[in-house]
């Protein structure tokens, strides 16, 4: 291997993107091209011959290459021992439409894509035996321009694949792999590259192969593009072309994750192949959804991608006839009734039905989760419809700054990043001097204003528009507060405009003054969401809001970490509860930022009262306007009588102390437990290793243990409705309870069923299984008897319910069964 391969190499492991030593080397090799677009590839491919004959004849290069080398193998060794003792020898696929990893692989839109980024790289740094699935889009997103009047236009150029750390992924057989899915009437052929990230690895499927025609050659190069048509076959290339991908290079994963429904078709892939090894079609179902884990992401019923059923019947009909699928019970996997009272297919509702762990992605997100599907459990309570949450988080290293990242070294530990699965080693960070984490922030908001300088110059420098009074009049001693993400129109990027008197008074107050910077896309196709765009722009133009209210375009992975790194606060005031998660306010918090937001996603676990500030209140108006018109004097009424008063505060040394106070609660209190170590750690302990044991047991025996289940789940329906309670004698005395009880099973045994003390109190449930005493007289009555003292009880709503028993089960609810005696114990 020559010297530009050796380093061609070494730059394609996106390692070097959270690991300062292996970005170093690379940046070293051209400083000022690795400045200009941060690609250590690109850099490597066009490095001239003469400076490479340099490099190997440089010893000192040479003996650092050499270093290099050996310490990124000694960090992918220690990743793999990190591997939890459950995953050992086993494998996790994980599915997602975008992956966020770095700007020089611009393969996402938004928060999904970066969550999915951080999620491959925390499972690098936890030691995950790991595949990520995603599509190779050849002109990304789109790139962002905005222009004089505001407009925002989408630059769809495609990538030169020479510039992206991807390879072809080579099969068994030393060949580039290909694979094939079958679309109406055709079969398209997909070439699969590969990204390695550590010890993880994503495949990247990809449409444009000289074998297919000119129109299925761009299926894959836009995300999010195209129009119905495109999206339904590129979730189709995603989930099923994913696991064609997989099993062609050899990979049995134990473990399949969906993340979000774009990728819920994998399901579908596998049930064709347990229906082709033999299994019937409910046991397939089962077999399938035992090792399999979604995760939603979506809070509004509308933003759950469906199809109508004419379009699935054109894609799926003849595939389900090859595959030996009834397609009439596949759309019974996934039709639903839309708010119009149309029949649609919800890929959310296949993911749910086809897995086995379901979870949102925040604590509130879990509560609307189950209120927007409990209906797929029919007996089940809302509040314990089996759809958890795993809070996201991102990956510290790969968003907190130099300064901040040496501070947690001199502090923690080396190796602090090994302290994110230790929140209260964080602690030790409040014994920091309030000038040293000061001072470290003020470099970075010396960082972002020359960012928003260079971002403002491009932008605006056309005849006709005030560029010059806006620069003048950028103060970076001002209270920074961003706005950053998606315009999509829930956010209510423009909820801070509502009274322009009252915030011209805040942003241009004498000596407190405040800067608003606002960056963020609208997709081509949200005319709403661009509408908001120019509303800002128009306001940042106005002259008393030049240089106080800043619009920047382009925005992407780097000029977000200017953001999150030099914001003093980030406002985050989405219409609550539609912000599943957010991840952005998130990001400030290792840099020393504050969140200013609804209490919505994240930020209901995240708020402790000293770590930022809540706008409104946790409630839900129901009426749009009037939420609108408290959060929005709620949010004035914060930065006029606290925020803006606490940062202009100083001590005689000139230090905003109280400020620096609330910085380092927020560091401290969410840093380590908003983080994906944290987060990936919970899917390993509450979805991976579950998921991955159970399907060690259900394929034994040639699936034995899934057809017995299956067997008693039809048995179990036919008898279930013949089930009545007879009587109910309980009393109550002052903190115990005395409970006897008759039920009729008919043909049910007593071993098949688990009949419990249901109590409620403050919306808690506990729940206490009442034991079997005997059999009645003889006429199928069982008694069972309880006897429980808890001081709770006094207060509990009390019930009594029966639901099946069965090994296999895993949880409760999960065959949506559930009887209620008659009679509440009063």
């Known amino acids: 291997m020559n010297l530009r391969d050796t380093l061609l190499d070494l730059a394609s492991d996106l390692l070097w993107s959270w690991k300062p030593w292996y970005r170093e080397f690379l940046a070293g090799l051209d400083p000022a091209a690795f400045q200009r677009h941060e690609n250590p590839v690109r850099l490597v491919r066009e490095l001239p011959d003469e400076r490479l004959k340099a490099l190997e004849k440089d010893r000192s290069f040479q003996a650092a290459l050499k270093d290099l080398t050996a310490r990124r193998e000694t960090e992918h060794a220690k990743a793999r021992a990190r591997c939890p003792e459950g995953l050992r020898g086993r494998q996790v696929a994980y599915f997602s439409a975008e992956f966020g990893i770095h700007n020089s692989l611009p393969i996402y839109s938004g928060g999904l894509g970066v969550l999915s980024g951080d999620h491959i790289k925390s499972a690098h740094d936890l030691g995950l035996p790991f595949t990520g699935i995603g599509l190779m889009y050849r002109q990304g997103y789109f790139g962002q321009r905005i222009d004089a009047a505001g407009v925002q236009h989408a630059d769809m150029d495609l990538m030169n694949l020479e510039h992206l750390p991807v390879r072809r992924t080579i099969g068994p057989e030393g060949q580039p792999l290909e694979i094939g899915v079958d679309l109406p009437g055709r079969e398209v ?103 399999t884990i979604f995760t939603t992401h979506t809070p509004v019923p509308a933003g759950n991608e469906a199809f109508l059923l004419p379009r699935l019947h054109r894609y799926f009909h003849e595939f389900c006839s090859r595959g030996g699928i009834d397609f009439h019970r596949l759309l019974e996997l996934g039709t639903e009734t839309d708010a119009t009272g149309y029949k649609i297919f919800s890929l959310t509702a296949l993911a749910v039905r086809l897995s086995r762990f379901a979870n949102g992605v925040s604590m509130l997100h879990g509560d609307v989760s189950r209120q927007m599907w409990y209906h797929l459990w029919h007996q089940v309570p809302i509040d314990e419809t089996p759809i958890g949450h795993v809070t996201n988080g991102i990956h510290t290293a790969s968003w907190v700054a130099p300064g901040f990242r040496r501070l947690y070294e001199e502090r923690l530990g080396e190796d602090w990043e090994e302290k994110l699965l230790q929140p209260e080693a964080w602690e030790a960070l409040r014994a920091t ?74 942003v241009n107050h004498p000596s407190h003054p405040v800067t608003l910077i606002f960056a963020g896309k609208a997709h081509p196709a949200d005319h709403p969401g661009q509408a908001l765009i120019r509303r800002v722009h128009e306001i940042s133009l106005l002259e008393r809001f030049q240089g106080r209210v800043i619009l920047l375009e382009g925005y992407s992975l780097a000029l977000a970490r200017f953001l999150v790194q030099g914001a003093d606060v980030w406002l985050n005031n989405p219409r609550r509860p539609l912000e599943a998660s957010g991840t952005s306010g998130q ?22 009262g000293s770590n930022g500030w809540n706008i409104g209140r946790d409630v839900d108006y129901g009426d749009e306007k009037i939420q609108d018109y408290y959060d929005v004097r709620s949010l004035y009424e914060l930065l006029e009588e606290r925020i803006v008063p606490l940062f202009y505060e100083r001590d005689s040394q000139g230090l905003p102390v109280g400020w620096v106070d609330h910085m380092k609660d927020s560091l401290i209190s969410c840093t380590a437990r908003f983080s994906t170590s944290r987060m990936v750690n919970d899917y390993v302990e509450q979805s991976y290793i579950p998921a991955a044991n159970k399907h060690q047991r259900a394929r034994e025996n040639d699936w034995q243990a899934v057809r017995d289940f299956v067997q008693y789940k039809r048995s179990l329906l036919k008898r279930w409705y013949h089930m009545t309670d007879t009587w109910l004698r309980a009393r109550r005395e002052n903190e115990c309870v005395d409970v006897d009880a008759g039920l009729y099973l008919g043909l049910l045994k007593p071993s098949e069923v688990k009949v419990e003390l249901f109590m409620r109190e403050n919306g808690k449930i506990r729940t206490v299984e009442i034991p079997l005493v005997g059999p009645g007289e003889d006429d199928g009555v069982w008694n069972y008897h309880l006897y429980l003292c808890d001081t709770n009880l006094r207060k509990s709503e009390l019930k009594l319910r029966v639901l099946p028993r069965h090994a296999w089960l895993d949880r409760d609810m999960e065959m949506g069964m559930c009887y209620w005696f008659h009679q509440k114990v009063e």
């Open 189 to 291: 052929r997909l070439l699969v590259w590969e990204v390695r990230v550590g010890i993880a690895r994503l495949l990247l499927l990809d449409s444009d192969c000289e074998r297919n025609a000119p129109a299925d050659r761009g299926l894959t190069w836009q995300l999010y593009g195209g129009d119905r048509d495109t999206r339904l076959a590129q979730e189709i290339i995603l989930g099923i072309g994913g696991v064609r991908a997989l099993r062609a290079l050899g990979v049995e994963p134990d473990v399949w994750h969906m993340n979000e429904g774009h990728s819920a078709f994998l399901a579908v892939e596998r049930l064709r192949e347990h229906l082709a090894a033999g299994l019937d079609f409910d046991t397939a179902v089962e077999a399938t959804a035992s090792s």
């Open 433 to 506: 001097p309030t000038g040293e984490v000061w001072q470290r922030h003020q470099e970075l908001k010396a960082a972002l204003v020359e960012e928003i300088r260079r971002n403002l110059t491009q932008r605006l420098g056309q005849p006709g528009l005030p560029l010059e009074r806006i620069l003048q009049r950028i103060d970076p001693h001002s209270l920074f507060i961003c706005f950053a993400r998606r315009f999509a129109t829930y956010k209510r990027a423009v909820l801070i405009f509502d009274d322009l008197e009252r915030l011209d008074r805040i």
């Open 587 to 608: 990001k400030v918090c290792p840099n020393g930022g504050l969140n200013l937001s609804i209490l919505d996603g994240w930020w209901v676990e995240g708020s402790n």
